[in-house]
């Protein structure tokens, strides 16, 4: 009698040996949740297997999401000893597809099915990002104990994810006025200037209207990727309504044409 085989839930790896994943289809994307373990596969040309390795430190989980849109999750840990260095992933542990099930395609536009498709992707991929602990450095800036920070900037397929946190550290609720997000060309020479065209964002995720007292909000704008040059750079003006708190965070060119 065959042994039925157990769903792989838990992959062990450590900073001494590679341990190696080898999916059904080539990975498109694979993020893990905390700095301590790192997945490494080529970006460039989509392949099959990925390198798992890890240091010291608490359980995370790793995402895995493949070319025909499989995902597949898993839990992370770290061990001294490891048992097993290679991991076969079949096509049935996946857990779902990053495409939402719809029952009769032909009633529904092609144009309207592919913007729900989009949506859905980025609604999850967004809140992936919004719990993962990743940043980038010290990009804030502080008004009245009103803090505007840009926590992470993602690459992912054709787009750019900008994670932004807004926190509240004073005692009056902050009404949000907008948000915008630019790039300032810097204009050489003796009289300098600068020049923002402001960019509309493809997907805005969990944009709030109000940041109450003692209170912090995540939210991720996502734009089509971009690249700057030196004398441009992302400007981030925060503008609260009926006030005076505003805010302009400036983001260097090295971040956006280095993201995660």
């Known amino acids: 009698m065959a042994q039925e085989r157990k769903i792989l839930d838990t992959i062990f790896a450590n900073d001494q040996k590679n341990v190696a994943l080898f999916f059904p289809k080539p990975i498109r994307q694979g993020i893990t949740g905390s700095d301590n373990f790192v997945f490494t ?9 990925g390198l798992l390795q890890a240091t010291p430190g608490k359980e995370s989980n790793l995402l895995v999401v493949s070319s025909n849109g499989s ?16 991991y076969f992933i079949l096509k049935s ?3 779902g597809n990053e495409k939402p099930v719809v029952i009769d395609e032909s009633e529904i536009n092609k144009e309207e099915l592919k913007e729900r498709d989009k949506t859905y992707y980025y609604d999850n991929f967004c809140s992936f990002l919004v719990e993962r602990k990743q940043t980038l450095g010290r990009l804030k800036k502080r008004n009245q104990s ?11 397929k054709e ?6 946190q807004i926190e509240n550290k004073s005692s009056l609720d902050y009404d949000l006025n907008f948000l915008n997000l630019g790039i300032e060309t810097r204009q050489k020479g003796k009289r300098k200037s600068s020049q923002t065209i402001y960019e509309k964002p493809l997907f805005k995720y969990s944009m709030p209207s109000k940041i109450r007292e003692g209170e912090t909000e995540k939210l991720v704008y996502v734009l089509p990727k971009f690249s700057l040059g ?5 400007i981030l003006e925060l503008n609260e309504k009926n006030g005076g708190r505003n805010l302009k965070l400036k983001v260097p060119h090295k971040y ?3 993201p995660n």
Do not use: G, M, P, W
Request: proline share 0%; hydrophobic share 40%; aromatic share 16%.
């Open 146 to 156: 009103i803090i505007l920070s840009v926590e992470n900037i993602v690459f992912d």
């Open 230 to 234: 030196d004398d441009r750079r992302v």
């Open 71 to 86: 995902v597949f999750s898993y839990i992370v840990k770290y061990k001294d000893q490891l048992n097993q260095l290679n």
């Open 256 to 258: 956006i044409n280095n």
């Open 93 to 95: 542990d996946t857990i």
């Open 159 to 164: 787009e750019l994810y900008f994670v932004i």
């Open 41 to 49: 596969y080529n970006r460039e040309a989509e392949q099959y297997f």
